[in-house]
């Protein structure tokens, strides 16, 4: 059996997540798993993990790309490995990669170094630009609010205001009500 997976990170991505769909239709997928999610949100794709426990011994999960099934080596390894423990093979068709064979697990193997690696170099682009940017005062970061409402916090815990319910009144989380006090 086919189990084709389609996945978008923002629910306004409905035309990516529509041309998946068709293109795995077309690949001849006999049952889709569909889902908007992050692929950083590892915990919460839940239709991924239907997918991997759906196959069966001789069955193939299809993806368009890389990117929409894995985030890192690490997870990507992960998930292939799962897939092969049942007897099963990922293919992924934007690369024409199909791990039913030693050319295509090597070819996989590759190419999600590779993706990883042009991740890495992104992210450091990004902290380069994000130092350049706060050595030239362009860049100041989130403002602190816990720390602009610190007078507040404390008169209300000098009230008798537990953590919890000063955090909620306030709007902000509880370890930071915890770090404002402990500056008393």
Do not use: C, W
């Not at 690369?95 to 450091?124: H, N, Q, Y």
């Not at 990004?126 to 050595?135: C, D, L, N, V």
């Amino acid at each position: 059996m086919i189990i084709g997976y389609a996945r978008t990170s923002t629910t306004d991505q409905t035309a990516g997540l529509e041309a998946q769909q068709r293109e795995l239709t077309e690949a001849g997928s006999d049952k889709l798993f569909v889902e908007q999610v992050s692929s950083v949100d590892v915990v919460n794709r839940v239709k991924l993990a239907e997918a991997l426990d759906f196959l069966r011994e001789g069955d193939v999960l299809v993806v368009t790309k890389l990117d929409r099934l894995a985030r890192s080596v690490a997870h990507l390894f992960e998930v292939l490995e799962r897939i092969t423990t049942k007897g099963a093979s990922l293919r992924i068709l934007g690369m024409g990669i199909d791990t039913a064979t030693p050319t295509g697990k090597l070819m996989l193997t590759i190419l999600g170094g590779v993706a990883e690696f042009e991740r890495s170099i992104m992210l450091e682009r990004q902290r380069e630009g994000i130092a350049k940017a706060k050595a030239e005062g362009k860049y100041k970061g989130r403002k602190p609010t816990a720390r602009a409402q610190a007078e507040e916090v404390k008169r209300l815990r000098a009230e008798g205001v537990g953590a919890s319910e000063i955090a909620q009144r306030l709007g902000m989380g509880r370890a930071s009500v915890y770090r404002v006090m402990g500056d008393q």
